[in-house]
C-alpha cells in the first residue's frame, strides 16, 4: 500500500449546472450537498461565491456546516484567480472557508481567450495576489487551478505551481478541460509537476475523448506514484461541460475495484451505499435520465439474459460481477402507489400534507409548526417546480431555518 490518500472533491454543484440547458435548484444543490456529506466525499465545489443568485443557497449551506449537518464536507467556492473576486467573495460569504482559484494557462487560452491581454508574468502575478488575498481572509484551504493544463507546457505548469506554493496554495488543480490527455500522457504529465513541484494535485478531467475517468485515476496515481496526495474531481453521473466530467461512482470504484488500484492506492473513506440514492436524485433533479449501461447505477448494471451468463451469475455472483449490487445501495424494492395518491406541492392544503408528512414519518410539534412547514413545502414545489420528494420534505422540517434562505432567490 502506497502511504498517500486519494481525496475526492465533487464539482457537480459547478461544472454540473454550468452545462448547457442543464442547473439545478438551489434546494437541489443543497440536498447534493448533505448526500456526498453521507458518502463522506471529502469536498464539495458547492457554487460560485460572486454569482448574486448563489449568496443566500452559499450562506445557508455554509451555515448547516457550522451546525453539524454538513458535519465533515468541506464547502469550497470556485472563483477566479482575481484579486477582486477574492474580496468579493469574502465580503459576500464571510464563513467562506476553502477555494479554488481559477485562471488559464494555456498559450490558446492566453491568445485566444484573453486577446493578449495578459502576459505569462501577469498570471502568474494574478495568481499569487490572489492566494494571498485569500489568506489575508482566512481561507483554511487554497486551490490554484489551471484552467487548460493538458495543453500547457510543462515548465510553464511547474512555474505556475511554484509560484502558487509559495504564496501558500494547498494544491494544484490540474484541469483537463477539453479532456485532451490520455491515461499515459496524463500520467507522465502529472508525475513529473508533483516531483518537481511537491504540491499535492487535483485533477480536474472530461469526457470529450470518453476518458475521463481513466484520466482521472491515472493523474491521481501520478501524484501519489510522486508521494503527494492526490484529489479527484467528479460529478454525479458524470454531467458538466460538453460531454462531461468523471463520474462519481465510476470514480470511486475504479480506484477501489481495478486490478492496478485494489489493495495498492489508498482512497478515502467512502460510504459507496448511498450510490444509488445519490444517481437517482441527480437524474431527477437534472432531469437527465441515467443510460442503461452506466456502471452501478444504470437499470443493466447488474442484469443477466444470456445462457451462459445468467447460468454463472446464478451460480455464483462473482463469475459475472465484480462487485456485489449492495455495495451501491441496491437491492431493495422501490414502493409506487398504484392507487389513491396524495402529494404535497404548492397549492397543498394541511390536511394533504399531513398524510404525505405521516407516510414519511414525520412529527410536528403542534399545528402552527405544521402549518409553517407547509408553507415552506409549498414554496419548495415551486422553486424546484418538480414532486417534492421525501429527503427534501425531511431536510425543510428538520432546517427551516436554513430552507427558506436556500429557497430564498430575489434578483
Ligand atoms: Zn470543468
Same mark, same amino acid.
Request: charged share 25%.
Given at each position: 500500500?502506497?502511504?498517500?490518500?486519494?481525496?475526492i472533491?465533487?464539482?457537480t454543484?459547478r461544472?454540473?449546472?454550468?452545462?448547457?440547458e442543464?442547473?439545478?435548484?438551489?434546494?437541489?444543490?443543497?440536498? @447534493?450537498n448533505?448526500?456526498?456529506?453521507?458518502?463522506?466525499? &471529502?469536498?464539495?465545489?458547492?457554487?460560485f461565491?460572486?454569482?448574486?443568485h448563489?449568496?443566500?443557497y452559499?450562506?445557508?449551506?455554509?451555515?448547516?456546516?457550522?451546525i453539524?449537518a $454538513?458535519?465533515?464536507?468541506?464547502?469550497?467556492?470556485?472563483?477566479?484567480?482575481?484579486?477582486?473576486?477574492?474580496?468579493?467573495?469574502?465580503?459576500?460569504l464571510?464563513?467562506?472557508?476553502?477555494?479554488n482559484?481559477?485562471?488559464?494557462?494555456?498559450? /490558446?487560452?492566453l491568445?485566444g481567450?484573453?486577446?493578449?491581454k &495578459?502576459?505569462w508574468?501577469?498570471?502568474?502575478n494574478?495568481?499569487c495576489?490572489?492566494?494571498?488575498?485569500?489568506?489575508?481572509?482566512?481561507?483554511?484551504?487554497?486551490?490554484?487551478?489551471?484552467?487548460?493544463a493538458?495543453?500547457?507546457?510543462?515548465e510553464? @505548469?511547474?512555474?505556475?505551481?511554484?509560484?502558487?506554493?509559495?504564496h501558500?496554495?494547498?494544491?494544484?488543480r490540474?484541469?483537463?478541460?477539453?479532456?485532451?490527455?490520455?491515461? &499515459?500522457?496524463?500520467y507522465?504529465r502529472?508525475?513529473?509537476l508533483?516531483?518537481?513541484?511537491?504540491?499535492?494535485?487535483?485533477? =480536474?478531467c472530461?469526457?470529450? $475523448?470518453?476518458m475521463?475517468?481513466?484520466?482521472?485515476?491515472?493523474g491521481?496515481?501520478?501524484?501519489i506514484?510522486?508521494?503527494?496526495?492526490?484529489?479527484?474531481?467528479t460529478?454525479?453521473?458524470?454531467?458538466?461541460?460538453?460531454?462531461?466530467?468523471a463520474d462519481?461512482?465510476?470514480?470511486?470504484?475504479?480506484?477501489?475495484k481495478?486490478?492496478?488500484?485494489?489493495?495498492?492506492? =489508498?482512497l478515502?473513506?467512502m460510504?459507496?451505499?448511498?450510490?444509488?440514492?445519490?444517481c437517482?436524485?441527480?437524474? @431527477?433533479?437534472?432531469?437527465?435520465?441515467?443510460?442503461?449501461? /452506466?456502471?452501478?447505477?444504470?437499470?443493466?448494471?447488474?442484469?443477466h *439474459?444470456?445462457?451462459?451468463?445468467?447460468?454463472g451469475?446464478l451460480?455464483?455472483?462473482r463469475?459475472?460481477?465484480?462487485? =456485489?449490487?449492495t455495495?451501491?445501495?441496491?437491492g431493495?424494492?422501490e =414502493?409506487?402507489?398504484?392507487?389513491?395518491?396524495?402529494?404535497?406541492g404548492?397549492?397543498?392544503?394541511?390536511?394533504?400534507?399531513?398524510n404525505?408528512?405521516g407516510?414519511y414519518? $414525520? *412529527? &410536528?410539534?403542534?399545528?402552527?409548526?405544521?402549518?409553517?412547514? @407547509?408553507?415552506?413545502v409549498?414554496?419548495?414545489n415551486?422553486?424546484t417546480?418538480?414532486p417534492?420528494?421525501?429527503?427534501?420534505m425531511?431536510f425543510i422540517?428538520k432546517?427551516?431555518? /436554513?430552507?427558506?434562505?436556500v429557497?430564498?432567490? /430575489?434578483?
Amino acid at each position: 500500500m502506497v502511504k498517500n490518500t486519494i481525496y475526492i472533491i465533487d464539482v457537480t454543484n459547478r461544472d454540473g449546472v454550468q452545462t448547457s440547458e442543464l442547473g439545478l435548484a438551489k434546494l437541489e444543490k443543497t440536498i @447534493l450537498n448533505l448526500y456526498l456529506n453521507a458518502m463522506g466525499v &471529502f469536498q464539495s465545489e458547492f457554487g460560485f461565491p460572486v454569482t448574486k443568485h448563489e449568496t443566500n443557497y452559499l450562506n445557508a449551506n455554509l451555515e448547516l456546516a457550522e451546525i453539524g449537518a $454538513l458535519k465533515h464536507i468541506r464547502l469550497g467556492g470556485w472563483l477566479r484567480a482575481m484579486k477582486v473576486d477574492v474580496e468579493e467573495s469574502f465580503r459576500l460569504l464571510p464563513k467562506l472557508k476553502h477555494v479554488n482559484l481559477s485562471i488559464s494557462t494555456s498559450r /490558446q487560452m492566453l491568445k485566444g481567450k484573453f486577446g493578449g491581454k &495578459f502576459s505569462w508574468a501577469d498570471i502568474i502575478n494574478m495568481t499569487c495576489e490572489a492566494v494571498d488575498a485569500a489568506r489575508e481572509h482566512g481561507a483554511e484551504s487554497i486551490g490554484a487551478n489551471a484552467e487548460d493544463a493538458s495543453r500547457t507546457e510543462l515548465e510553464r @505548469l511547474i512555474e505556475f505551481a511554484e509560484a502558487a506554493k509559495r504564496h501558500g496554495a494547498d494544491r494544484i488543480r490540474y484541469c483537463d478541460t477539453l479532456g485532451y490527455d490520455d491515461p &499515459f500522457t496524463i500520467y507522465e504529465r502529472v508525475k513529473a509537476l508533483a516531483e518537481a513541484v511537491n504540491v499535492p494535485i487535483e485533477l =480536474h478531467c472530461h469526457n470529450d $475523448l470518453g476518458m475521463a475517468v481513466a484520466c482521472s485515476v491515472a493523474g491521481a496515481r501520478a501524484a501519489i506514484d510522486a508521494g503527494v496526495d492526490a484529489y479527484v474531481n467528479t460529478t454525479v453521473n458524470g454531467l458538466g461541460e460538453r460531454a462531461g466530467n468523471a463520474d462519481l461512482v465510476s470514480t470511486i470504484l475504479a480506484i477501489k475495484k481495478s486490478s492496478g488500484f485494489e489493495h495498492k492506492y =489508498h482512497l478515502q473513506d467512502m460510504d459507496l451505499s448511498y450510490a444509488w440514492r445519490i444517481c437517482k436524485y441527480a437524474s @431527477l433533479s437534472f432531469r437527465v435520465p441515467i443510460p442503461i449501461n /452506466q456502471p452501478a447505477v444504470g437499470d443493466n448494471a447488474f442484469a443477466h *439474459e444470456s445462457g451462459i451468463h445468467a447460468d454463472g451469475a446464478l451460480k455464483d455472483s462473482r463469475n459475472y460481477e465484480l462487485y =456485489h449490487y449492495t455495495e451501491v445501495g441496491r437491492g431493495h424494492i422501490e =414502493h409506487i402507489e398504484t392507487g389513491r395518491l396524495i402529494t404535497a406541492g404548492e397549492y397543498s392544503g394541511i390536511k394533504g400534507f399531513k398524510n404525505v408528512a405521516g407516510k414519511y414519518e $414525520l *412529527e &410536528f410539534r403542534d399545528e402552527e409548526e405544521a402549518r409553517e412547514i @407547509l408553507e415552506l413545502v409549498r414554496y419548495a414545489n415551486v422553486h424546484t417546480q418538480k414532486p417534492v420528494t421525501e429527503d427534501e420534505m425531511k431536510f425543510i422540517a428538520k432546517y427551516p431555518e /436554513q430552507a427558506r434562505k436556500v429557497m430564498s432567490v /430575489q434578483p
